[in-house]
């Protein structure tokens, strides 16, 4: 027996004052901790709380190719200033506590200026753009994450399965071509070219009907690994089905017209000159890099300083 606390009630103990943790989510970590879930040490050495997260899988598959990247965790007081002081009252008004990307991006609460609270998300600026309300039903939070997305903080994979996101991530146009080129990994070692090319294509055609169904093929070459027994816990917990897209559940407003996207811009402190010029510096490389670093997903052209003025978002 063991007489530490729950990670779900070390996170409450952090929270600001106004907020509360729905029961839902409550069940959830506690759920997840029970069953592995709970990160307590690192190459041996104990990890304290605000090192420690828990993620969607026993902590002995973490490092299993396909898995999502989705963890509980205390990312401590936020501030739109750095490592400074807070320039308002952000830490108040906002607690991530859902890491969503690896580049540092997160989900957690909001209270806006009525002091509802609401599930938002927090982009990094370096990797993930999207700062915004996803809801205000904590359901649709979980919904997001149990879909299997590997970083569900890139919202224009939404509108995609955790298989066409995959497919999209390896640069192929079909699960047959992905197919192909997780057989011929299998392959590699075969000297003979006919046995080589036989191998392949017998592997191939077996690998695509898998992965037309979902099933797990040995190696996990290029599959995803959605978290099963976490779905299967939301549905016979509390009846959530794992939605095929984040956009099936999910409507996202434009950043223009996004409440905590707004909130944001209007209290984030302006970029030092400093960091201007490295905005600067930085827009001039990836011009060299080519155009199509400036195009968004919708075709759209937007500024280069504008969209590494992200990068700053702190």
Same mark, same amino acid.
């Given at each position: 027996m063991t007489d530490r606390t729950? *990670?779900?009630?070390?996170?409450?103990?952090?929270?600001?004052? &106004?907020?509360?943790?729905? @029961?839902?989510?409550? $069940?959830?970590?506690?759920? #997840?901790? /029970?069953?592995?879930?709970? $990160? #307590?040490?690192?190459? %041996? $050495? /104990? #990890?304290?709380?605000?090192?420690?997260?828990? /993620?969607?899988?026993?902590?002995?598959?973490?490092?299993?190719? &396909?898995?999502?990247? /989705?963890? *509980?965790?205390? =990312?401590?007081p936020f501030s739109l200033n750095g490592t400074q002081p807070p320039v308002a009252d952000e830490d108040k008004r906002v607690f991530l506590f859902l890491r969503t990307g690896g580049d540092g991006s997160y989900a957690g609460f909001w209270l806006d200026e009525t002091g509802k609270?609401?599930?938002?998300? =927090? %982009?990094?600026?370096?990797?993930?753009?999207?700062?915004?309300?996803?809801?205000?039903? @904590?359901?649709?939070? #979980?919904?997001l994450i149990t879909i299997g997305y590997d970083e569900p903080a890139f919202r224009e994979m939404h509108g995609k399965t955790v298989q066409e996101a995959t497919l999209e991530t390896a640069g192929v146009d079909s699960l047959y071509e992905l197919a192909h080129i997780m057989a011929e990994a299998q392959s590699a070692g075969i000297e003979d070219p006919e046995d080589f090319h036989r191998s392949k294509e017998t592997l191939a055609k077996e690998f695509a009907a898998k992965l037309e169904r979902g099933d797990p093929i040995a190696g996990d070459l290029g599959q995803p690994h959605p978290p099963l027994a976490f779905q299967n816990f939301l549905k016979s917990e509390f009846g959530i089905e794992t939605p095929k897209r984040a956009s099936d559940v999910l409507t996202l407003l434009p950043e223009e017209e996004d409440p905590f996207a707004q909130w944001l811009q209007e209290t984030q402190p302006p970029p030092s000159p400093e960091e201007l010029a490295r905005i600067e510096e930085m827009a001039r490389e990836a011009k060299k890099l080519g155009a199509e670093f400036n195009r968004d997903i919708t075709g759209e052209q937007r500024s280069l300083t504008d969209r590494l003025k992200g990068w700053f978002r702190r």
């Open positions: 729950k *990670f779900s009630e070390d996170l409450i103990a952090h929270m600001p004052d &106004g907020m509360t943790m729905p @029961p839902i989510l409550v $069940q959830t970590m506690d759920w #997840l901790e /029970a069953h592995g879930g709970r $990160q #307590l040490e690192w190459d %041996g $050495q /104990a #990890l304290d709380f605000e090192r420690q997260s828990v /993620a969607l899988y026993p902590v002995a598959e973490w490092d299993k190719p &396909g898995t999502s990247l /989705a963890a *509980f965790g205390y =990312y401590g609270q609401w599930i938002v998300h =927090y %982009g990094s600026g370096s990797g993930s753009d999207w700062w915004g309300v996803i809801s205000d039903d @904590p359901v649709d939070l #979980l919904k």
